[in-house]
């Protein structure tokens, strides 16, 4: 298992339970769930090459203080193939 295996699982169990969030909001919660945390660059680089994550969109809004634009995530659609008899 890779180094961020916990943090990807509980990203995932995030997104199942509200359906999207947002680059900050993943990092928030992964950082109040575990005691070590993540960092922004993980949290970016899980987001980003694990396929069971999709970009949804953008939002701009305020986030620490200042106006930034941050991608927002969702779990990606599966496609069922219909077994064949």
Known sequence: MSRTG???EEVCT???ERGSANTVEIFDHL???FRWGATMNQV???MAKD???SKIGHIR????GSVYTVCVWGLT???VTPMSA
């Open 6 to 8: 916990r943090l990807r």
């Open 14 to 16: 995030l997104l199942e």
């Open 31 to 33: 950082n109040e769930r």
């Open 44 to 46: 970016g680089n899980i």
């Open 51 to 53: 396929r069971r994550f």
């Open 61 to 64: 809004g305020q986030f620490r």
């Open 77 to 79: 659609q599966r496609e």
